[in-house]
């Protein structure tokens, strides 16, 4: 049961472009979201987070978007830089059950 | 660097063994989650130690089973291997029990069951 998915498994962008990376999730109590970036050979990364309160969370070039309504978040990179060529995944917490799921994750590749 | 180690980086063995991995989390930090991540998959989580206990299990194979020592690292053991058990097995620790926090992974340890 895929309770968050990413349904783009991969996106390229040109640099100094915005990057749009879409997540959905199925579960209504999810209350917080992860963005975790992984290169090859490494573990992932966390990126940034969104509590569910919110409706958009920035850090300086990621900003992340929730839609509550429509179960849907967004990871907005801008501008993007070549180094920011890794996979992407999102997550959430399930609380209580102490669960965690994640996207199955989107390759992002930017062009210099 | 994220402070968190796992041993061996690679391992190969046959169907029908079985296998220990181990991991090392931060300094500080109380829980140590285990992830599987087969090929064009996400990162599935299998279970979560706090503190030397068990606190939330996921899709975990009953041929599977993990503790966490008092030292806090923590070991995942795998018998009885099939083919489809070849994956990424990555651990990840964090300070505290609530799955909230900040995740802090290791370099995974890859398994191939041939």
């Known amino acids: 049961d895929q309770q968050v998915k990413q349904n783009s498994p991969s996106l390229s962008v040109q640099e100094g472009r915005i990057s749009i990376l879409n997540c959905d999730y199925t579960?209504?109590?999810?209350?917080?979201f992860l963005w975790y970036k992984k290169y090859p050979a490494e573990g992932p990364t966390f990126l940034i987070s969104i509590s569910s309160i919110k409706d958009k969370n920035e850090d300086g070039r990621f900003t992340v978007f929730l839609n509550k309504s429509a179960k849907h978040l967004s990871l907005h990179i801008v501008p993007s830089q070549p180094g920011d060529s890794a996979v992407y995944f999102c997550?959430?917490?399930?609380?209580?059950?102490?669960?965690?799921?994640f996207g199955t994750g989107t390759s992002l590749t930017v062009i210099p | 660097d994220s402070g968190v180690t796992q041993t061996p980086k690679h391992l190969i063995t046959a169907t029908g063994q079985r296998v220990t991995l181990r991991c090392s989390p931060r300094?500080?930090?109380?829980?140590v989650y285990w992830y599987q991540q087969s090929l064009d998959q996400g990162l599935q989580f299998l279970i979560h130690?706090?503190?030397?206990?068990?606190?939330a299990k996921g899709n975990i194979l009953e041929r599977f089973s993990a503790q966490q020592f008092p030292d806090l690292h923590s070991e995942l053991n795998l018998s009885s291997l099939e083919l489809g058990d070849s994956a990424l097995y990555f651990c990840a620790s964090s300070v505290a029990g609530v799955p909230y926090n900040e995740q802090f992974f290791g370099p995974g340890t890859r398994l191939t069951v041939l």
């Open positions: 997550a959430a917490p399930e609380v209580p059950g102490n669960q965690f799921y």
């Open positions: 579960n209504s109590m999810f209350d917080y």
């Open positions: 300094s500080g930090d109380l829980s």
């Open positions: 130690y706090y503190n030397g206990e068990e606190r």
